[in-house]
DNA sequence: CTGAAAGCGCTAACAT
DNA sequence: ATGTTAGCGCTTTCAG
């Protein structure tokens, strides 16, 4: 409980400049509408320098009304090297605008969202997908602007995964179609949107819907659906993504089926080891840094008085063509 | 740039509770030596709720002289279901505290971590391994406090990890072991710590040391590294982790060489997916949860005056016998 | 062009 | 037992 050493202050900064606090905040902030001159100007970025001045979130937002905190909330299962390109290129965008990303865990433990969001103040939050009304009210009340990389209208975009997978199947001459569901209730939603997608090209290219299995990621129990989808006559299985389409390959091989010729596997996200099971795994993924870039593009928008929106066609998924389809 | 309407405030749950503001900040900290009358303390609490009123971070950071946010950095690399787990029991427990605890991912773009530190205005930054020394001034300046899973003395136990895969691969009959290195740099430091600890147990069993070579996650260099350790009569290799360690399995599978009597495979971190490699990976890992509670442990006794320190017992791993050793 | 001064929302002495 | 008051470090009018 001691009393930590003072930190440098803006005063500092100021005193040690020759100049006042005024000056220091109006310098490092580029407030318009200020002509100081280059001299000063420099005079009080060597004091900072020379100090290592940072200045303190909490009193910048309190005196300026708004803080330059973005949080950004994930689930905590969808973490993957996919989302790592994703925060980081969201991040770096979010840098350029003067503004700071910091990351919240979703999930059963920990404090609720809008908690989190009170305590950084953060501006404004972000999150993959919709909020459940609750929290956003909450976050809202909590004084923070609410982001979506898919909000409620691009939402039939998110199935374009789903939609892809199954396209390229069709395009290959496969009429009956598998979905391999992960095991995972958390994930649920999303999967069920991305199954939405699958529905969808099946239907439009006018063959049963696909017959979608719960899985589990278990040698035996991947084996048994794989039997199952044969006996279904199914002839290849978009899987939820890479994990379970490596698994259901896995279940396939103790099953003594073969990739593609029993049944053809179709994963997502690209993961690394995608490249290097046997056979290589046909996958469908999103350019996660376009879309990083573009959720910070749609943060800035917010912040500027515009509206929350990210434009579907930054979502859009491409098809990665190996060897298991 | 619109001023949004005015949030509630401790003003608001004042006046509408009918005390005054300190009474409401009383009653919502627990302040330690005042006696509120139940009967006023429902009221207040009442009233919070009703307004759905949160106390401003930054407001009460201020104030206070400490904040009650906890930055996490995390390598952007080491990203996986392990540390997943690590970071969401470190949240709750921490919450447990009255904690609030965030994500920075580290790496290359972005702000460094002294500005995150001070835009939010941590009170404590923990992480996984020790920041350089600039790092760790500009953290301290900017008035956290610092906290690692493993500080510097600790170090030797996360070689434990190499260790005992070497000990297990030793204790197997192995005489002559390989380590798998991964391919990014940044993992570099910490790979470099779990060879050392392979090196030790090779040494402590009188044996020659391991024989590291760099891998890529690609197929025929991961088979070309399968058979140099081959044509140097090693027969079991301890990988960087169980990614690194899938990855040798398939290479071996292309050199058309068996797990693990060609040679001996051995993993690190127990993903899901080690369970379903043929043959399915042993590997070694840690609890991560119990690190989780007891670096938020350490946490807690820094905030308290108390050193900062992880107990390296918390660290213990433990070996998972799979069939590939 | 620069400084003085008034808060932002909250906490923590100090009064009552 | 509760209210009053003085800031915390910074931004931002408003004067000079």
Chains 1, 2 share one sequence.
Request: glycine share 8%; net charge neutral; hydrophobic share 45%.
């Amino acid at each position: 409980m001691t009393r930590p050493a003072k930190r440098t202050t803006i005063a500092d900064v100021a005193r040690a400049a020759g100049v006042s606090p005024a000056t220091v905040s109006f310098v490092l902030n580029d407030t318009p509408g200020q002509s100081i001159p280059e001299e000063t100007r420099s005079r009080v970025l060597e004091a900072v320098r020379r100090l290592d001045y940072r200045p303190r979130g909490s009193a910048r937002s309190l005196a300026a009304g708004r803080s330059d905190v973005v949080l950004l909330s994930i689930p905590h299962l969808s973490i993957g090297p996919g989302i790592t390109r994703f925060v980081e290129q969201f991040a770096a965008s979010l840098a350029d605008a003067g503004l700071t990303l910091v990351t919240h865990l979703a999930g059963a433990p920990g404090r609720p969202l809008p908690d989190v969001c009170a305590a950084v103040d953060a501006s404004v939050v972000a999150g993959l997908d919709p909020f459940d009304e609750d929290t956003a009210r909450g976050l809202r009340r909590a004084g923070a602007d609410v982001v979506f990389t898919t909000d409620v209208e691009a939402r039939p975009t998110l199935r374009g995964m789903g939609r892809l997978q199954a396209e390229h199947l069709i395009a290959l001459g496969h009429r009956r179609l598998g979905y391999a569901m992960p095991e995972h209730p958390l994930l649920r939603k999303i999967a069920d949107e991305r199954l939405l997608g699958v529905a969808d090209a099946c239907a439009q290219a006018g063959i049963d819907p696909p017959l979608a299995l719960d899985t589990k990621l278990d040698l035996t129990a991947m084996a048994r659906a794989a039997r199952r989808w044969r006996r279904e006559s199914v002839t290849a299985v978009c899987a939820y993504n890479d994990e379970v389409a490596i698994a259901l390959l896995a279940g396939m091989r103790h099953a003594r089926m073969t990739a593609p010729g029993d049944l053809a596997v179709m994963g997502a996200d690209d993961i690394p080891l995608a490249r290097l099971t046997d056979p290589p795994l046909s996958t469908v993924a999103f350019d996660l840094e376009k879309v990083g870039r573009s959720l910070a593009e749609a943060v800035v928008a917010t912040l500027s008085g515009g509206k929350p929106r990210v434009s579907p066609a930054s979502l859009s998924p491409h098809v990665i063509h190996r060897a298991s389809t």
